[in-house]
């Protein structure tokens, strides 16, 4: 659905993408992970035909986005990062329209909206206008609009980014049961558990480049350990010569320490019989956000 191999984009002196190549398969979903100013957005602009590439090739779909960009971009679906709905339109009325853009006729997108609004749950607000909607609905709506013109690639940037945690699961099972249908998705994100949910793949971008590769449980098995004690101290912290042996690597972080471990217990333990009591201790499954920490340095939100 994608190959791209030594992928640049500039802007200027700016270097946005810095020779990246990837592959993405039919009917998977495929996550670009990393934090704001990464290159993912430039990327999926790319992606989406709407941002020239400056070097390196690219093929979506099996064509070429500068020779074919009309045709790619009617086989694909767009949630951008911020809505563009019609604010002062009804939600039927913003999905028909889009729809006509597509060159679907009235009689063709009547049984289609239906079907659409059916799906992301906004049947029974499909005569009220957009503008008090709140912003999951608006989310949704969205993504509906996106679907009118049964895409096979549905690229969606920072899908829940604003959203509550409630709205965030709904949207997450709207896209599941897209994967479900076979309709590859291709998404970034910067909230590793959406990206834990969602993708079968992905990849962690820092500064325009891909520093890795693979599903969510393949990097945590690769960059990190089983399980992570978080420890916060109430006065000074201990200097980190004092934590040797306590687990496999320990990351300082402003707040707190991170003490990398196969088994969390007994880290935790480890400390108290140090004399080394913690104001807090938190013992939690590594995460991709661990992963991100050891590639980089800093956390996915700095």
């Excluded at 810095?18 to 790319?46: H, Q, Y």
């Excluded at 028909?96 to 289609?112: A, E, N, V």
């Excluded at 320990?250 to 471990?261: F, G, I």
Aim: with cysteine.
């Amino acid at each position: 659905m994608i190959h791209a191999r030594g992928l640049v984009k500039r802007f200027g002196e700016l270097v946005a993408v810095d020779g990246i190549d990837l592959d993405v398969r039919r009917g998977e979903a495929f996550g670009f992970l990393g934090p704001n100013g990464a290159g993912k957005s430039s990327t999926m602009r790319m992606i989406g035909c709407v941002s020239p590439v400056t070097a390196g090739t690219l093929r979506i779909l099996g064509r070429d986005p500068d020779a074919d960009g009309p045709s790619i971009r009617g086989r694909l679906g767009v949630v951008p990062q911020q809505d563009t709905l019609d604010t002062e339109l009804t939600v039927r009325e913003n999905v028909l329209i889009y729809g006509r853009y597509f060159g679907l006729s009235r009689r063709q997108l009547k049984p289609k909206i239906e079907e659409l609004l059916d799906f992301v749950q906004l049947s029974e607000r499909a005569g009220d206008k957009v503008e008090p909607l709140s912003g999951g609905m608006k989310r949704r709506l969205t993504i509906a609009r996106s679907l009118v013109n049964d895409p096979e690639l549905l690229l969606l940037d920072e899908p829940t980014t604003g959203l509550d945690p409630q709205a965030r699961h709904v949207v997450w099972d709207r896209l599941f049961r897209l994967r479900q249908r076979g309709v590859t998705l291709v998404l970034t994100t910067h909230y590793m558990d959406e990206a834990e949910q969602l993708c079968d793949r992905l990849v962690v971008m820092d500064h325009g480049r891909i520093v890795a590769e693979g599903s969510p449980r393949q990097l945590i098995d690769r960059y990190s350990t089983r399980e992570v004690v978080e420890v916060r101290f109430e006065d000074a912290r201990p200097e980190l010569p004092a934590l040797d042996g306590v687990g496999d690597r320990v990351e300082e972080l402003p707040d707190r320490l991170l003490v990398y471990t196969a088994d969390g217990d007994a880290s935790a333990a480890a400390l108290a019989d140090r004399a080394l009591p913690p104001h807090s201790t938190l013992v939690r499954r590594s995460s991709l956000e661990d992963v991100f920490l050891h590639l980089t340095g800093r956390t996915l939100v700095d």
